[in-house]
């Protein structure tokens, strides 16, 4: 999100702007998915179906806009954006179901904000093949267009949230819940409040406290989008556009879950495996290391940390647990986020992690480090039209991967010295050793993962 100062310069520069043009259709909610309205009695089935047919009209009507219109192309990407439900795979270790025709355990996957079950596959394919059940949904006013997060409100995905676990539970024996940045925040509001029903959390970048500067006052002077933050939204699964209104209602949502997980006296009786950059320029991950360091989220918990170290290599995990050369377990592992990587005979130059560089691997075909989408809209003023070319550009040598800041990226020393533009990273070149300690992490729990 953009800091306070960002927002008061932009606030400043817009009061002499004229408005902007409301007829874009994209801008415009489409009335067809910012309230929940399932229910307990419908299934779990009809939910997919009718939200499917759902975005499916949609999308119709935004490429039919643009003269792109085809039955294939619009079935495209609803299937990149609509929830999906997968049985385990074949489990060779553990059992896939129990006496009655139960499933063993099943994880639920949340996105984040302006994001949709895309960002969670690779995740959820790691699961699956690991003889999980797995399940995504996709949050009110996702999936749609960038116009729906005008009327937004955090109390529907709540809805949402609790209608996926109700129907889940009808069919697995323990669930867990994976969740990145909103959606992260989403499952341990759902631990908090109902404790019985979740096994694990896994969290990724978790939103339990944001930067939101000056949104609400920007929203009271009439505004609807953060100014400049309205692009072209090129990518079909994620939106480019920002509304304040849906930067209110995460705020919202984040300060409720970070007093409520502040007044568990013991801590979140639910463990969790946290994954987080502590270069975030989206969320203040220092403060949920600090909720972590508390005891907030309980003693089973553990952590890691992609860390910007000061050697420009890959290193093995660091354990910065002061308990480490007891034997106690490594709660916390911190991994370098600064090195270089080679891919299909080229070399990437990843200077720091990044708030949407944690779920996906690094070969994705859209967000990978070869990918078809490359994240440059912090570029967004004219005089940054080079900086945005060169980001652009399928140029390995002269890019460098790292975080945004709030008028372009962050500093990197290397990046400068051989003039590299910075793209933001969107996909995490370490995805294998992620899920190898996710995996570890489960096993501790008493619950086998089988070694891929």
């Not at 299934?43 to 003269?67: F, H, P």
């Not at 553990?94 to 025709?101: A, N, Q």
């Not at 969740?179 to 409040?193: C, H, N, Q």
């Amino acid at each position: 999100m953009i800091s306070r100062l960002g927002l008061l310069i932009l606030l400043a520069l817009s009061l002499f702007i004229t408005g902007f043009n409301g007829k874009v259709l994209r801008y415009q909610p489409s009335g067809l998915y910012t309230e929940f309205n399932y229910s307990e009695e419908h299934s779990y089935a009809y939910y997919r179906k009718d939200l499917r047919e759902k975005l499916s009209r949609n999308w119709q009507e935004l490429l039919e806009a643009k003269g792109a219109k085809t039955p294939a192309e619009v079935e495209r990407i609803v299937e990149l954006l609509a929830p999906t439900d997968k049985p385990p795979l074949n489990c060779s270790v553990v059992p896939d179901r129990l006496e009655g025709g139960r499933y063993r355990r099943g994880v639920l996957l949340i996105h984040g904000l302006y994001d949709s079950p895309y960002v969670m596959k690779d995740l959820e394919k790691f699961f699956n093949e690991n003889c999980f059940y797995t399940r995504s949904i996709l949050l009110p006013g996702h999936g749609t267009r960038p116009g729906d997060m005008l009327e937004i409100s955090y109390i529907e995905w709540i809805k949402a949230v609790d209608f996926a676990v109700a129907r889940f539970l009808d069919e697995v024996e323990d669930l867990y819940i994976a969740g990145f940045s909103t959606g992260a925040a989403l499952a341990v509001r759902k631990a908090i409040k109902d404790p019985d029903s979740i096994k694990g959390l896994f969290l990724f970048a978790p939103s339990l406290k944001l930067r939101t500067g000056s949104a609400a006052l920007l929203h009271r002077l009439g505004k609807k989008w953060v100014p400049w933050q309205r692009f072209d939204d090129d990518d079909f699964v994620k939106y480019e556009s920002i509304t304040l209104k849906s930067v209110i209602e995460v705020k919202r949502l984040a300060d409720e879950v970070r007093e409520d997980l502040e007044g568990q006296a013991d801590g979140l009786a639910i463990p969790a495996m946290i994954v987080l950059s502590d270069s975030d320029y989206t969320i203040p991950a220092k403060e949920t290391i600090r909720l972590f360091d508390e005891g907030r989220f309980g003693e089973k918990s553990r952590m890691i940390v992609y860390h910007r170290g000061d050697r420009p290599d890959s290193l093995p995990a660091q354990c910065y647990n002061p308990d480490a050369s007891s034997g106690k377990d490594c709660r916390k592992l911190y991994y370098n986020s600064r090195f270089k990587y080679e891919m299909a005979d080229a070399v990437y130059q990843i200077s720091d992690y990044s708030h949407m560089s944690l779920t996906l691997p690094p070969d994705d075909v859209h967000y990978g480090l070869a990918g078809d989408y490359r994240y440059c809209l912090q570029y967004f003023f004219g005089w940054q039209d080079g900086l945005r070319r060169a980001c652009k550009a399928d140029v390995p040598a002269k890019v460098c991967l790292g975080e945004r800041s709030a008028f372009g990226s962050q500093k990197y020393e290397e990046c400068e010295v051989q003039g590299r533009v910075v793209r933001r990273l969107s996909s995490n070149p370490l995805f294998k050793e992620m899920t190898g300690q996710i995996g570890n992490f489960i096993d501790k729990l008493g619950t086998h993962v089988d070694a891929q």
